[in-house]
């Protein structure tokens, strides 16, 4: 059973969501109809439909009447196109450090249905496992959709899982080392899943639909209970030999740091890590503080919040840069539940200028996410829209 899949993304994937899209809402639709609705050139067009075909997502029909986007007006009746049979769905898991998203989606990646549960995932693999199959069955119950009709689904876990094996090999989720998500997750729902670490589909969800469309190169960071990236090079996401790529929140910052959960020490997520930073600043405030109030109180402008923001963006910063200075990407995406804060980016920005080489910096965004806390949900059901396309 697949684990994971050598998703492509970039323009071509975000080109090919966008024909399925107008086919799932407005077809039956002629060639020229999908050039028109989607803006894409006709040979771009006609190589996206040789492949939907090819993989019998799409097929042709004759339209008979006389209404509708592709209607004939006099002689022969136009070839038109529609999704095959009764649509196929999507499904996307994301599984994070505090919760679980699961959704049901059309195959433009427009969710039908979705759940969310609050649940200490790190050290609940078999719990979260359970719910999270209950949830895809509650999911493709309120969308009137059978298990037959589901064509991919992806997971995103907060760990790196191995390529090689599929399964969980760190320490950084202490109840899930040894497991394969993807085989467990399959076993409870009789469907194959595609896993993969939460932050490569960050990555994978704002490269196709989010605020990284139209650029190969590009790191994603993930600021949230943890600190991770998922690098996209070429239009591929990599994730390495053993799939630690990208696994900045371990870079180690102090030799004599405080103990990470990793097993290092001076670790920048030990630093940096969203708890990290309100433990920092309990102190000095009467109020007990959480992620979600440390948030609001830096919106709000609060001067010692936004302090230690700008200072872990610029320890994160200081780490992009050298990741820059290897890579040489178009642009640094920011996410994850910190990541939103205005001085945490200006913080990460501002490192990334001073440290990274000047060809580098110059030639590269940093940029918030655009999908907020949605990106992984939508790499996930990127990834099972790969995997689709993969298999047939």
């Keep these: 059973m697949a684990e994971q899949t050598s998703t492509a993304a970039g323009p071509r994937a975000a080109n090919r969501t966008a024909v399925l899209d107008v086919l799932v809402r407005s077809g039956p639709l002629s060639r020229a109809d999908l050039i028109r609705l989607t803006g894409l050139s006709r040979s771009t067009v006609s190589a996206i439909v040789r492949e939907l075909m090819d993989e019998g997502l799409v097929q042709e029909c004759t339209d008979d009447s006389d209404t509708g986007a592709g209607a004939r007006r006099h002689g022969r009746p136009p070839t038109l196109l529609s999704i095959t049979g009764a649509p196929g769905v999507l499904v ?26 609050s649940i200490d995932v790190d050290h609940e693999a078999t719990e979260v496992l359970e719910r999270t199959a209950e949830m895809v069955r509650e999911c493709l119950a309120e969308a009137d959709v059978s298990p037959d009709r589901v064509l991919g689904v992806g997971l995103g876990v907060p760990g790196p899982i191995d390529p090689r094996t599929g399964a969980i090999a760190s320490p950084i989720l202490p109840g899930w080392v040894g497991l394969a998500p993807a085989a467990e997750l399959s076993r409870r729902i009789g469907l194959e899943v595609h896993a993969d670490n939460d932050a490569n589909l960050g990555a994978l969800g704002e490269l196709q639909y989010g605020a990284a469309r139209g650029t190969d190169d590009v790191i994603y960071v ?40 990793c097993g290092s020490r001076g670790c920048l997520e030990t630093l940096v890590a969203a708890q990290n930073l309100v433990g920092l ?109 993969a298999a047939r």
């Design 281 to 389: 600043l309990q102190p000095a405030y009467p109020e007990p503080l959480t992620v979600e109030r440390m948030l609001e109180l830096a919106h709000a402008g609060d001067a010692g919040v936004n302090r230690i923001l700008d200072d872990a963006g610029r320890a994160i910063g200081r780490v992009l840069a050298d990741l820059s200075n290897h890579l040489n990407p178009g642009a640094i995406v920011v996410g994850g539940d910190v990541g939103r804060a205005r001085s945490l980016l200006r913080g990460i920005s501002d490192s990334v200028q001073r440290y990274a080489q000047p060809d580098t910096a110059a030639a590269l965004q940093v940029t918030p996410g655009e999908l907020g806390d949605r990106a992984e949900l939508m790499g996930a059901l990127a990834l099972a829209q790969g995997a689709t396309a």
């Design 222 to 261: 993930k600021v949230a209970g943890g600190i991770g990236a998922g690098l996209i090079l070429a239009g591929r996401l990599h994730r390495g030999v053993t799939g630690i790529a990208g696994e900045i929140g371990h870079v180690r910052l102090k030799d004599d740091g405080p103990v990470c959960r």
């Design 92 to 117: 996307g898991a994301d599984v994070g450090h505090r919760h679980v998203r699961v959704a049901v989606a059309d195959l433009s990646a427009t969710p039908l249905s979705e759940r969310f549960l």
